[in-house]
Nanobody
Framework: VQLQASGGGLVQAGGSLRLSCAAS????????MGWFRQAPGKEREFVAV????????FYADSVKGRFTISRDNAKNTVYLQMNSLNAEDTAVYYC???????????????WGQGTLVTVSS
């Protein structure tokens, strides 16, 4: 499975961005998809996860109510809508695919290359 993340950029605090992650997978709906992020000097951390069907989602407390994960299985794509962005959201964002429902980043077998989100205050 190959993953290609896109949509990052520079945004002012309070603004919004939507990240996309396109997957080359024969049966995309078989995979749990997660978003993670890594800020400068920090470890990579869990952001959000969505089930293969898209029905079930789970978020880190730091983004709950501001970020929304979704997927379009017909397009083999997962999204992360990010609203009310603040400086603490500045990071490289990664999408990941796995077969287990988990927020542990070492549980995901496939990773995208990352897309940089910079929030200016």
């Amino acid at each position: 499975v190959q993953l290609q993340a896109s949509g990052g950029g520079l945004v002012q605090a309070g603004g919004s961005l939507r990240l996309s992650c396109a997957a080359s997978a024969r049966t995309f709906s078989n995979y749990v998809m997660g978003w993670f992020r890594q800020a400068p000097g920090k470890e990579r951390e869990f952001v959000a996860v969505i089930s293969g069907s898209g029905v079930v989602t789970f978020y880190a407390d730091s983004v709950k109510g501001r970020f929304t994960i979704s997927r379009d299985n017909a397009k083999n794509t997962v999204y992360l809508q990010m609203n009310s962005l603040n400086a603490e959201d500045t990071a490289v964002y990664y999408c990941a695919a796995g077969v287990r429902w988990t927020k542990g980043n070492d549980e995901y077998a496939y990773w995208g290359q990352g897309t940089l989100v910079t929030v200016s205050s």
